[in-house]
T-cell receptor
Framework: ELKVEQNPLFLSMQEGKNYTIYCNYSTTSDRLYWYRQDPGKSLESLFVLLSNGAVKQEGRLMASLDTKARLSTLHITAAVHDLSATYFCAVPGGTDKLIFGTGTRLQVFP | AAGVIQSPRHLIKEKRETATLKCYPIPRHDTVYWYQQGPGQDPQFLISFYEKMQSDKGSIPDRFSAQQFSDYHSELNMSSLELGDSALYFC?????????????FGPGTRLLVL
């Protein structure tokens, strides 16, 4: 059974600092998704990583995928308050289903 | 750009009642997915449809059923509601099935069972 784990589960960081969120998954997959969710809101697609070594960047966020290590990272550069949210990675777990990670709740403070 | 539409946005029901949630996918998207997200939990896949046929199934209780109609909208029917069914229910859509396309999520329906 596919398991997707993220760490840390909670992250409180100061504005301007850098940090990395890790996503490990237990079975082979050649693609991985990152989503952002604000409290009580929908899931917003951030990145789709489609192959080993894929790297995508958008603003202060950069995601990468290592399919051999079954690891993806979401790197935050110079955090700002607007990045406060819960971040989920997700891996295809069947024909259509996405298996989501445990989520990382990020809080950025001044 | 048009997004996934879900209705209602909020729903309050009593135990043992029934509920119907509706989902209208992004135009030209032919695949619809349903997820359930409990408080503080990650989303859990329930069921998906491609071209009006069920294409994948997850941890959907037998009390729930769903279908996709000819206009590609989908409905999730929930019967004999239990307190534990209280959750956010998301519908997502994509342009294709088979996990090849990004799933775009709707705003969700918040269901509260009393």
């Amino acid at each position: 059974e596919l398991k997707v784990e993220q760490n840390p589960l909670f992250l409180s960081m100061q504005e301007g600092k850098n940090y990395t969120i890790y996503c490990n998954y237990s079975t082979t997959s050649d693609r991985l998704y990152w989503y952002r969710q604000d409290p009580g809101k929908s899931l917003e697609s951030l990145f789709v990583l489609l192959s080993n070594g894929a790297v995508k960047q958008e603003g202060r966020l950069m995601a990468s995928l290592d399919t051999k290590a079954r690891l993806s990272t979401l790197h935050i550069t110079a955090a700002v308050h607007d990045l406060s949210a819960t971040y989920f990675c997700a891996v295809p777990g069947g024909t259509d289903k996405l298996i989501f990670g445990t989520g990382t709740r990020l809080q950025v403070f001044p | 750009a048009a997004g996934v539409i879900q209705s209602p946005r909020h729903l309050i029901k009593e135990k043992r009642e029934t509920a119907t949630l509706k989902c209208y996918p992004i135009p030209r998207h032919d695949t619809v997915y349903w997820y359930q997200q409990g408080p503080g939990q990650d989303p859990q896949f329930l069921i998906s449809f491609y071209e009006k046929m069920q294409s994948d199934k997850g941890s959907i209780p037998d009390r729930f059923s769903a279908q996709q109609f000819s206009d590609y909208h989908s409905e999730l029917n929930m019967s004999s509601l239990e307190l534990g069914d209280s959750a956010l229910y998301f519908c997502a859509s994509s342009a294709d099935s088979g996990g090849q396309e990004t799933q775009y999520f709707g705003p969700g329906t918040r269901l509260l069972v009393l």
